[in-house]
């Protein structure tokens, strides 16, 4: 039997307790404590009240480097369980200022909501360096964390 804590994470068997798995998951289920204990014996990703998990970048990696034009980029991302959009932030070295990131100066390049797949495209501004990051929105509006920025580099 399935059970499926509020957050979303999914499971059937607590890794390493083999028989004594539902036992141990209905005693740790009914202490405040338990919920969380059991998350995490669970390998569950999500937190009560956490909203979503960071999605994992997965095109560009960090430190990819393209030479084409025009500077066509598309973001790929995994999807996140429970998620209703994600969005991306992408930031640009020197763009806005010298030797900042535009971030820094509360600039991003490029900030898009509300994307319903787990893809991006955008055109880049020119040969530099950039680097992007994507976060998961839940039902409630709640924002989950953000993905660890993902450098990239266009050469021309």
Not at 28 to 56: D, F, K, Q, Y
Not at 64 to 79: G, K, M, Y
Request: charged residues 20%.
């Amino acid at each position: 039997m399935e059970t499926r804590p509020p957050w979303g994470c999914r499971h059937n068997v607590v890794p390493g307790l083999g028989r004594h798995a539902r036992q141990v998951k209905a005693t740790l289920a009914t202490a405040p404590i338990g919920v969380l204990l059991l998350a995490l014996l669970a390998g569950c990703s999500g937190m009560p009240g956490s909203g979503p998990v960071p999605p994992e970048p997965v095109s560009p990696k960090a430190g990819a480097s393209f030479d084409h034009f025009p500077r066509t980029t598309v973001l790929s991302w995994r999807p996140v369980p429970d998620a209703v959009f994600y969005s991306v932030e992408v930031d640009c070295f020197h763009c806005c200022e010298v030797g900042k990131w535009c971030t820094e100066l509360d600039q991003p390049r490029i900030t898009d909501s509300h994307i319903r797949t787990t893809t991006y495209t955008f055109s880049w501004v020119g040969a530099n360096l950039g680097r992007w990051r994507v976060w998961a929105v839940a039902a409630d509006g709640k924002a989950g964390p953000k993905s660890p920025w993902q450098e990239f580099l266009y050469t021309r």
